[in-house]
């Protein structure tokens, strides 16, 4: 069956300091795509990333970044140099064959105190 | 800019009550998402739809049907509303294709006394 875990549900850091939020998944896909999204406090989800399961580049773009291992089934994301309007919650997302809707996770909240 | 919108932020409703949620997108997106969304379970699927008149059954359908007359409409109905159904409901569209991002609207917080 296809799952997310998102083991750390709430993470609290001081602005500046770098943060990871992990995420493992389970598939029996090949062909499988992986999501990021931030809910602030308005409530919108808002996308930030789509990995398929062939490009297993790590990403980054400004302080984010993204490292994708399918050997541990993880695609975790990390924070570099914190700020308070990072605090949302973040989800992680695994699209399932062959619907294409999204498994998500339960969720990390990460608030970033100043 | 584009626009997934929902009718209410916030809406309360009793027992019993036939509820309806709309969700109205203007990306000309085929497809369309109902999720409600709960502390520790993170966004659970209720139903999706990839066309006008279409419609599938997500992880939880019990309790709730839905609607697709137009494209960019898809709403949702509590057909009699319970206590287990105050949640937060997200709508969301993708366009046709393999694995598209989804885009939310801002969520109804539902709440039956």
């Known amino acids: 069956a296809q799952k997310v875990t998102q083991a750390q549900t709430e993470i609290s850091v001081v602005e500046k300091e770098d943060v990871t939020l992990d995420c493992v998944y389970e598939t029996r896909d090949t062909t499988y795509y992986l999501f990021w999204y931030k809910q602030p406090p308005s409530g919108e989800l808002v996308f930030l990333i789509r990995?398929?399961?062939?490009?297993?580049q790590n990403e980054i773009s400004g302080r984010y970044s993204w490292n994708f291992q399918k050997s541990t089934s993880s695609f975790n994301f990390t924070i570099t140099a914190s700020q308070v309007v990072d605090s949302a919650v973040y989800f992680c997302a695994l699209s399932e064959a062959p619907t294409d809707k999204l498994i998500f996770g339960t969720g990390t909240r990460l608030q970033v105190f100043p | 800019d584009v626009k997934v919108t929902q009718s209410s932020r916030y809406l309360v409703k009793r027992t019993g009550e036939k509820v309806f949620l709309e969700c109205v997108q203007d990306m000309d997106h085929e497809n369309m998402f109902w999720y409600r969304q709960d502390p520790g379970l993170g966004l659970r699927l209720i139903y999706f739809s990839y066309d006008v008149k279409m419609k599938e059954k997500g992880d939880i359908p019990e309790g709730y049907s839905v609607s697709r007359e137009k494209k960019e409409r898809f709403s949702l109905i509590l057909e009699s509303a319970s206590t287990n159904q105050t949640s937060m409901y997200l709508c969301?569209?993708?366009?046709?294709?393999?694995?598209?991002?989804?885009?939310f609207g801002s969520g109804t917080q539902l709440s039956v006394l």
């Open positions: 990995r398929n399961s062939f490009d297993e």
């Open positions: 969301a569209s993708s366009s046709s294709g393999a694995r598209e991002k989804l885009f």
